[in-house]
């Protein structure tokens, strides 16, 4: 078994989990995760939102960046419900199709979707989103409930003026 404590200064301070997570899957320094994606490391066991957040400001202050970062989606905020909810745009452009809401599962963003939304991104437009406290979404004072979450969804769809919207949701998304 890897001593992870011996590796700890290879990395920025982050949890245990997300260390592990990272040695386990060989990675060892920053220069190491410039050869892979952020979704892919999102998928990690271990691997929480504070902690991808954490590895990616400290890979910007040294001038490097993940791999494969996704180019093909457009992404914003809305300010609904006391939040600055960010969400992506992916595939076909907004036109008369009914758009696929996808929403995470807990303790990631939504990268974790990326494999789902770039097998139908080609077919219509899919609108992501990173729920409060997850992702580019910072966490307000309030609790983290499914019933505030679906409210932000209404509020965001109505920020966007759609009648209709598809919705796909991973675990906690799905609640």
Same mark, same amino acid.
Not at 46 to 49: N, S
Not at 52 to 56: C, E
């Given at each position: 078994m890897t001593d992870v404590t011996n590796q700890a200064s290879a990395f920025p301070k982050i949890s245990a989990p997300a260390l592990r997570a990272l040695n386990g899957a060989g990675y060892h320094t920053l220069v190491d995760l410039t050869k892979v994606s952020e979704a892919d490391l999102a998928k990690l066991h =271990?691997? =929480?939102?504070k902690a991808? =957040?954490? &590895?990616?400001n400290a890979l910007a202050t040294q001038g490097l960046a993940f791999a494969g970062t996704q180019a093909n989606h457009k992404g914003a905020y809305a300010g609904v419900n006391g939040i600055r909810l960010y969400y992506q745009f992916h595939g076909q452009p907004l036109s008369q199709d009914v758009p696929l809401v996808m929403l995470h599962g807990g303790f990631s963003r939504i990268e974790m979707m990326h494999e789902l939304i770039d097998a139908l991104g080609g077919e219509r437009t899919i609108i992501g989103v990173d729920l409060q406290g997850h992702g580019r979404t910072a966490d307000i004072d309030r609790p983290i409930r499914y019933t505030f979450c679906a409210d932000d969804i209404g509020g965001l769809i /109505?920020? &966007?003026g &759609?009648? /209709?919207v598809d919705l796909l949701g991973y675990s906690f998304g799905g609640g």
């Open positions: =271990g691997m =929480g939102p991808l =957040g954490i &590895l990616r /109505q920020h &966007l &759609l009648t /209709q």
